[in-house]
């Protein structure tokens, strides 16, 4: 059977117990949300297809337990994303302040060139809203990260910020391609150079011997 997708990437979600990564994770899948779900218990994840400047990309979104008690299970996953979703609840203030956290943590234990995202969720719930927009952008800034405000529940830039990770991933793969063939392509001219050059070195030694 054909493969159905051109690049498999992972896909992390990190953020507090709460702040709707299961929600986010199943309206981007499945079309669904369900607020009386339970709480994830370690890492669970889901798959999904999308097609990216024609390129067909299938994302492994892994959703991460938020409690204290999982996080030596879950910062095992760390090293192997390639993109990160950091989560807050805009109506829960500490889910936004401990988010600086959640950096830190992937600043030591995944790779370098991992992307991130920024997401404040539930972005529905305007009257409850204890962090701003400009907040969440300034923090997405001084990180360097994109920011975008969610909804689960209206399914508001769902689509959006999980495409916009996969996009960055994508770019990001596609610049290691370019940068080994680059050096692939340096490698051959510097092959060919010397080879020339040792065919010309013997062509003259073989007429000096001849002159003999």
């Not at 297809?49 to 990309?57: A, Q, Y």
């Not at 760390?78 to 943590?105: C, M």
């Amino acid at each position: 059977m054909a493969k159905q997708y051109d690049f498999l990437f992972r896909l992390l979600m990190l953020g507090d117990s709460g702040v709707g990564k299961t929600c986010m994770l199943r309206r981007f899948t499945e079309s669904e949300f369900d607020p009386s779900h339970i709480s994830t218990i370690g890492v669970d994840f889901k798959m999904k297809t999308l097609e990216i400047d024609g390129v067909k990309v299938r994302v492994q979104i892994w959703d991460t337990a938020g409690q204290e008690r999982y996080q030596t299970i879950t910062k095992q996953y760390y090293r192997r994303a390639q993109g990160i979703i950091f989560v807050y609840d805009i109506t829960n203030e500490p889910s936004f302040l401990h988010i600086a956290k959640w950096i830190s943590d992937v600043e030591e234990y995944a790779s370098d060139k991992v992307q991130r995202i920024l997401v404040g969720n539930k972005s529905d719930e305007e009257p409850m809203r204890r962090v701003t927009k400009t907040e969440g952008s300034k923090l997405a800034g001084r990180y360097g990260m994109d920011f975008f405000e969610t909804s689960a529940s209206s399914s508001s830039n769902i689509c959006e910020s999980f495409t916009h990770v996969t996009e960055l991933v994508l770019q990001d793969h596609k610049r290691d391609v370019d940068n080994l063939l680059g050096s692939l392509d340096d490698y051959l001219d510097k092959v060919t150079l010397e080879e020339e050059k040792g065919r010309q070195d013997n062509e003259e030694n073989s007429q000096k011997t001849c002159a003999c």
